[in-house]
């Protein structure tokens, strides 16, 4: 089956199988920023926007995305540069594999809340996994990092 979408601003036209998830008709295509790591829906690896919604592609089916909007991080990838780069000043980076799902997060949370609270910012954050940090170091850097970008 053929669907069109748009990818990262470009209209493309993708072949898709009967219950194909969107994270394996991502990488199928090249965009393999688009990571698993669980199979449950439960650690945002494979965190993209969908018409601007940080979504989780693996628990969409490919064919629901006729005709929206689907961002990965090549799609941001200047504002996704300057976070990485943010973050690995700070200290809060590990090996790295989770961080194209947590910049994705932290950059939606960014457009969707203004000066959230650590309350926020940690229920928001809730969905991402990484199994190097303890998390804190992280909460420091987004914490700062949304200081920043506010001024």
Not at 110 to 135: A, D, F, M, V, W
Request: glycine content about 8%.
């Amino acid at each position: 089956m053929q669907i069109s979408t748009i990818i990262n601003n470009k209209e493309v036209f993708l072949e898709i199988k009967k219950g194909e998830f969107l994270v394996d008709t991502l990488r199928s295509y090249g965009l393999l920023s688009v990571r698993t790591g669980c199979d449950t829906t439960s650690c945002g690896l494979c965190t993209v926007w969908l018409d601007g919604k940080p979504t989780l592609s693996c628990s969409v089916l490919s064919a629901r995305v006729q005709g929206k909007k689907v961002t990965t991080i090549e799609g941001v990838q200047k504002e996704a540069e300057e976070f990485a780069q943010f973050i690995a000043s700070e200290g809060s980076d590990q090996c790295g594999y989770c961080s194209p799902g947590f910049i994705m997060t932290v950059l939606a949370m960014k457009r969707e809340l203004t000066e959230p609270s650590e309350q926020q910012i940690i229920h928001y954050l809730t969905g991402n996994l990484c199994r190097c940090t303890g998390y804190m170091s992280q909460l420091r850097a987004v914490k700062r990092y949304l200081e920043v970008v506010q001024v």
